[in-house]
C-alpha cells in the first residue's frame, strides 16, 4: 500500500513539475516566450538571423522588428536553458552579434512595431 501511495504522489509531483516548466505563449505554443534584440555590423545580417532561428529545432520566431532589431519567439526550456542558450547559437554564427534581451511587454513591442508585424502577419495570414 505505501509503494502505490508513493508511486501515485511521484506521479503527480512530476505532473505538476512539468507544468511549471511551460508558461502560456503566444498561439498556446509550449515553451517560454521572449523579445530579444540582435545588433549587427551589417544590417543584412539581421534578417540571416532570423532565418537561423526560425530554422532551429526548439525555437519559433513569433514576428520581428528589424527596425528596432527585435525578435519576439518562443523557445523549449529542454533545448534551450535561458535566452544566453540563444545568443550562444547566435554569437557562433555570426561573431560581432550583440544580443540583448528586451524587457517590454507584448503590447509594447507590437505597438513600436505595428506596421511592420501586421505586414509580416498579412503574409502568414494571422492577425494579432
Known amino acids: ?3 502505490f501511495i ?3 504522489g511521484g506521479i ?3 505532473s505538476v513539475a512539468s507544468a511549471q516548466m511551460s508558461t502560456n505563449a ?3 505554443t509550449p515553451g ?4 530579444i534584440g540582435v545588433i ?3 544590417p543584412d545580417d ?3 538571423i532570423v532565418n537561423l532561428l526560425e530554422y532551429t529545432d526548439g525555437i519559433i520566431v513569433h514576428s520581428y522588428c528589424s527596425q528596432d532589431k527585435l525578435i519576439n519567439l518562443n523557445f523549449e526550456p529542454l533545448k534551450f536553458k535561458e535566452e544566453a542558450d540563444i545568443f550562444d547559437l547566435i554569437t557562433s554564427y555570426y561573431v560581432d552579434a550583440q544580443c540583448f534581451r528586451m524587457t517590454m511587454s507584448k ?3 507590437y505597438k513600436q512595431c505595428k506596421s511592420e508585424v501586421n505586414k509580416q502577419n498579412s503574409y502568414s495570414g494571422t492577425d494579432f
Open 1 to 3: 500500500m505505501r509503494i
Open 6 to 8: 508513493l508511486l501515485l
Open 12 to 14: 503527480l509531483l512530476s
Open 26 to 28: 503566444t498561439d498556446n
Open 32 to 35: 517560454i516566450e521572449c523579445i
Open 40 to 42: 549587427t555590423e551589417n
Open 46 to 48: 539581421f534578417y540571416k
Open 107 to 109: 503590447e509594447l513591442y
